[in-house]
């Protein structure tokens, strides 16, 4: 499977959406609900980067919202969604698994680490390690 980014996949979403249209993608009209036409989750997006002005929900938010669209809000749907080859398909449960285990470090509150190191050395123990870590940020 091709790996994208998140706005990579929207993109191409899009392309596919517009029949390959560079043209149609630029002016797509899902941008409000009027007329019969319905908001695109992914319309902020819809030209493969970040748009200048802010954004409700961010690319992967986006695509989950269009793959609950997609499925009629079904989550259990979503989940179990057959279409592999969809750009979307990887991030449809609105995270990013090539990101697992990135930047999700549990930190330990300044107040708690200093009252592990004072109750550690009234009972005796050396906290060698941690004490460097006591500066406060
Ligand atoms: S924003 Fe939505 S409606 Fe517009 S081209 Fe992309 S997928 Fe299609
Ligand atoms: S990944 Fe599945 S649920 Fe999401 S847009 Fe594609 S086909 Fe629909």
Partial sequence: MEHLTPLKAIRKKCLNCSGFSTKEVRDC????????????FLYPYRLGKRPKQKTEFTP???????????????????KECPTIDCPLWIY????????????????????????IVELGEEKGFLFGNIKPLLVKK
């Fill in 29 to 40: 009209p899902s941008f409000e609900t009027d007329g019969g036409i319905e908001y695109c």
């Fill in 60 to 78: 992967i938010k986006s695509i989950r919202k269009y793959c609950l669209w997609c499925c009629c809000g079904n989550k259990k749907l979503v």
């Fill in 92 to 115: 449809r449960l609105g995270g990013n698994p090539n990101r697992k285990g990135i930047g999700r470090t549990f930190k330990i509150p300044f107040k708690l680490k200093k009252s």
